[in-house]
């Protein structure tokens, strides 16, 4: 099924059957006011501006990037322009949904220090799966931001009204932010699952063929292996760990190779085929970088 382009709020609002957007550049929708007959066909769509969505009560099956996820609790995610969203209804069951979505252009951001910067709040790019858990006090935060939003939307625009709502969605992102955060250090369970299976498929994967056939692992293999999105992996790591992915694949291919260069005879040019090098001088490069030490000064230092 090809997805549908919706290239402004207007036409989002025509496609959904709502009224006409109060802006062309920003819009508040209550979830409740979209219809989507029992039945009917999953809709895909692109969108062409950002979409930030709470959802509560939602019985559709939710796809956004390569995952799906059934929402069965409050939840909030985050859209970018440019990505494929699609709502598929449980058969025979008509939509269940409340909540709001809030609907930015780009163009409403124009000439305002946050069209350069929103792009780097990372949970735009999250997989469905990977979206924000609020506790009731938290979502109680975004809801009142939300109302000052709505408020300003529904009143009569002045000069004001656009440096109102944009002070407004600075606040609402930045919580998001924070409240990211808390969810790497408070869903420790799943969150050092995650950990572990990466470090188990590293480790399987150095010690495997693969690394002579395909080279060094990269951050979106990796991600593909363990369903996670290359951008919440990233964000999740760097929160737990202080490391990026690229820097825990670089630490476990130097302790593979401290491995071999003190239990082998192996060549330096040997250990860095075997670790996936097209060039030894690369890993010897890497390596220094990591350790202070060539391969061979750690192999004497080592001996």
């Given amino acids: 099924m090809q997805p549908l382009r919706i290239k402004t709020i207007s036409q989002y609002h025509q496609v959904m059957k709502l009224p006409k957007p109060e802006h062309p550049l920003i819009s508040v929708v209550e979830l409740d006011q979209i219809e989507h007959p029992p039945g009917s066909e999953p809709l895909l769509l692109v969108f062409d501006f950002y979409s930030i969505s709470m959802k509560r009560d939602f019985n559709a099956k939710i796809k956004y990037g390569q995952q799906e996820y059934d929402f069965d609790e409050g939840i909030m995610f985050f859209i970018s322009p440019g990505q494929v969203f699609g709502i598929e209804l449980r058969k025979q069951e008509p939509l269940r949904r409340s909540g709001w979505m809030l609907l930015i252009h780009p163009d409403f951001l124009w ?120 951008t919440y992996l990233r964000s999740l790591l760097k929160s737990l760990t202080g490391l990026s992915t690229q820097q825990h694949i670089h630490e476990k291919l130097i302790e593979k190779a401290k491995e071999k260069l003190s239990t082998t005879d192996l060549s330096v040019s040997e250990i860095a085929y075997e670790l996936g090098f097209g060039h030894s001088q690369s890993f010897s490069k890497l390596f220094k970088t990591k350790t202070s030490l060539s391969p061979l000064e750690f192999r004497q230092s080592f001996n």
């Fill in 111 to 230: 000439n305002a220090p946050i069209a350069k910067t929103i792009r780097q709040y990372d949970y735009f790019d999250y997989s469905v799966h990977e979206a924000l858990f609020l506790s009731e006090k938290e979502e109680a935060t975004m809801v009142g931001i939300m109302k000052n939003i709505q408020y300003e939307y529904h009143s009569n625009i002045d000069k004001f009204s656009q440096q109102v709502m944009i002070a407004q969605l600075e606040l609402l992102l930045t919580y998001a932010e924070r409240f990211y955060q808390r969810q790497f250090i408070t869903r420790k369970k799943s969150n050092h699952q995650i950990l572990d299976r990466l470090e188990k498929w590293l480790t399987d994967y150095f010690n495997s063929e693969d690394v002579v056939k395909k080279g060094l692992p990269t951050v979106h293999c990796i991600s593909e292996a363990l369903n996670i999105s290359p």
